[in-house]
């Protein structure tokens, strides 16, 4: 290559020579030059000076080519030095991991060493994870271009291999069963709970952390939620599950995750060989009207799962011969038929998800006979109880208040639902309600304030009632000594007001706080700012003497450990009257989606500064009033880390990306 590229240097060099009279006598002179050039190449070898073309205009086809081919050697001669530093590069890495593995081994460390080259397996990119893992944007293009047969032709074969011998003795099927086996007992059946579901399922979390809570894998109590991450957290160390970011891939956070395909093709054999599973073929029953997850139900099992020997759900002596329904999941049907003599047979199940569980599916439950849910009385050991998404469902019959093993009940997005029994007091055992997205509640029994256990409530409506003694308050949730998560919806524009606010801050547990103001308040948002029943006058003495109806004081703030704080459409244009950085000193997040809200504190920080220095999770949505330029942001939110804007168009000079996604950077030196 060297020798070509000096044969351009003495063309382009030799062509410096003449001048444009001489261009046209050059053919006659060829032969004195390639004399010239051969005694030039058998002499002394000098320093070549730098080639210097001439102005582009006077240069002729040869000498244009001869450019050309000097600059594409050159860049071939960059790239191969490039390659040649990342490979002495790539050379240390794997020195320093020869190194590491010899530390190992020398001080006998041969599990760990077993981890590590497990791990790394799982990591080297086959054929299989280079064209199927999540794809970049080029893969993506490329998927594109690909026929239709050939898109899912790999993947389609890999979830059949679970009924092969082949693949029960392939070398991937054992390196997975090492890694399964390198996990503890609640672990393993943790990741069993997977094998439930059709290949590529995203799974929430949320559902995820329910049923272990059911089958008494991780705590019911505060500690739930951390126990959850613990066990997703190895899960994905491992390789076995990654998380999946909604929309955008910048999140801090995931709240979904789905198996890889080969783990997936995996999974059901181990759930057989576990027990988890009794069936021929798991897979063939995602085709079926309710899925049922059968497991021998013995005293020593149920220990072994951690559950308490009084709450399990301990078959008769006639009955020990027979496996039971343990857990029900409706994966794919739409009308829902709850006969009477179905739910007596399922009278010992612990898990029943009836609802809807595809994050992706927007898909419509119904149920058909809404009475038929008076069986549910049955179901003596339910833990976990999942009616959501389900529509047509009215109200919920008084029957349930019989389940008095219930751990987690979930009625998430039951459209139709206005009223809840008044007996779900006698539900002691529960530690988590979910009745977001009911939007048709009136109003909340008395009897959930005798839910002292509530770890927690999404979803409590706060309403104007005058009957006081028959509808539940805020001042009723105060016996809930260990809630740590409430959720608020309320029709009422100015809330929280004073009195609202006295109570909040008795929530000693409290860590997070989510409110929901009504879609119906923005019809007039000039109104919020009238003040009613009484005038000017009552106003400003609430407001000096911290006083209503002019007798009664109130102390008022929010709970004092609050975390993280969730505001949704929050009708007027300032809420500086009780959003003050001083009343939420320990708060750490802060979110404010959709609304009138405009003003954060920014209008009055230059005669009264006081930031939000705790605050360092910031995410503004749809919020058309708000208006800032990034310095005074900066001033007002000093501590932020992490910031996401979503259609806030007048937060001016904010240096996001493209997904509306800002995180600091440390400098490191």
């Not at 910048?250 to 060989?273: D, G, M, W």
Request: proline share 4%.
């Amino acid at each position: 290559m060297a020798t070509a590229i000096d044969h351009v240097y003495s063309d382009i060099i030799h062509s410096e020579r003449y001048s444009d009279q001489d261009i046209s006598e050059a053919s006659t002179g060829i032969q004195s030059e390639e004399e010239e050039h051969l005694h030039r190449s058998t002499s002394t070898p000098q320093q070549e000076p730098v080639p210097h073309i001439r102005n582009q205009q006077y240069m002729t086809n040869e000498e244009m080519k001869a450019k050309k081919l000097y600059e594409l050697m050159d860049d071939d001669l960059q790239f191969i030095d490039e390659a040649y530093e990342n490979i002495k590069k790539y050379k240390a890495e794997v020195v320093r991991q020869q190194e590491r593995a010899k530390e190992n081994l020398k001080y006998k460390e041969i599990s760990n060493v077993e981890k590590v080259v497990m791990r790394l397996k799982t990591e080297i990119p086959s054929k299989v994870k280079v064209r199927y893992s999540a794809p970049t944007v080029r893969d993506a293009k490329k998927k594109e271009n690909l026929p239709n047969r050939e898109k899912n032709e790999h993947l389609d074969g890999v979830h059949s291999f679970y009924n092969k011998d082949l693949f029960k003795n392939n070398v991937i099927f054992k390196e997975f069963k090492t890694s399964f086996n390198l996990l503890n007992s609640e672990h393993k059946q943790c990741l069993l709970c997977f094998a439930l579901f059709p290949n590529g399922a995203t799974i929430k979390k949320r559902l995820l952390m329910y049923w272990w809570i059911g089958e008494g894998f991780i705590r019911s109590d505060v500690n739930a939620e951390a126990d959850a991450e613990k066990v997703l957290k190895e899960l994905i160390s491992k390789n076995f599950i990654h998380p999946v970011y909604d929309k955008c891939p910048f999140k801090k956070k995931a709240h979904s995750y789905k198996l890889h395909p080969l783990v997936h093709a995996a999974v059901p054999i181990l759930a057989e060989r576990e027990n988890f599973i009794d069936s021929d073929d798991p897979m063939r029953g995602h085709t079926r009207f309710l899925t049922s997850c059968l497991v021998s139900r013995k005293d020593k099992k149920s220990e072994s799962h951690g559950k308490n020997k009084s709450n399990s759900n301990t078959p008769s002596k006639s009955d020990n011969s027979k496996p039971m329904a343990h857990v029900v999941f409706n994966l794919n049907e739409t009308f829902l038929r709850l006969k009477h003599e179905w739910l007596i047979e399922m009278k010992h199940v612990n898990i029943l998800y009836l609802g809807r569980w595809d994050s992706t599916s927007k898909k419509h439950i119904e149920v058909e006979e809404p009475k038929d849910l008076e069986g549910l009385a049955n179901l003596k050991y339910v833990k976990f109880l999942s009616l959501q998404g389900i529509s047509g469902i009215t109200e919920i019959p008084e029957s349930i208040s019989k389940l008095w093993n219930l751990n987690v009940l979930d009625l998430r997005a039951c459209h139709s639902l206005e009223v809840i029994p008044r007996g779900i007091g006698s539900l002691h055992n529960l530690t988590h309600l979910d009745l977001s997205e009911c939007y048709l509640l009136s109003g909340m029994p008395k009897g959930l304030g005798a839910l002292t256990n509530l770890v927690v409530f999404k979803g409590f409506e706060v309403a104007d009632s005058t009957d006081k003694s028959h509808s539940c308050t805020l001042d009723d949730l105060l016996a809930m000594k260990n809630l740590s998560k409430l959720s608020i919806h309320t029709q009422i524009e100015d809330f929280p007001r004073r009195s609202d606010l006295s109570v909040l801050v008795n929530f000693k547990q409290l860590r997070i706080l989510t409110i929901e103001w009504g879609r119906n308040l923005f019809g007039n948002p000039d109104s919020s700012s009238v003040p009613k029943h009484g005038g000017i006058v009552k106003t400003l003495n609430r407001l000096i003497t911290g006083k209503e109806d002019g007798n009664v004081s109130y102390v008022i703030g929010f709970p004092p450990i609050l975390e993280k704080l969730d505001l949704k459409c929050y009708p007027k244009r300032s809420a500086t009257t009780w959003l003050k950085p001083e009343n939420l000193g320990k708060l750490n997040k802060l979110y404010i989606r959709g609304g009138e809200l405009g003003d954060l504190g920014q209008f009055e920080f230059r005669t009264d500064p006081k930031s939000w220095n705790n605050v360092k999770t910031l995410r503004l949505k749809y919020l058309m009033e708000i208006a800032m330029e990034w310095m005074e942001f900066r001033e007002l939110f000093p501590k932020v880390e992490y910031l996401e804007k979503v259609k806030c168009p007048k937060l001016t000079m904010f240096p996001c990306n493209a997904h509306g996604i800002w995180k600091y950077k440390t400098n490191t030196f």
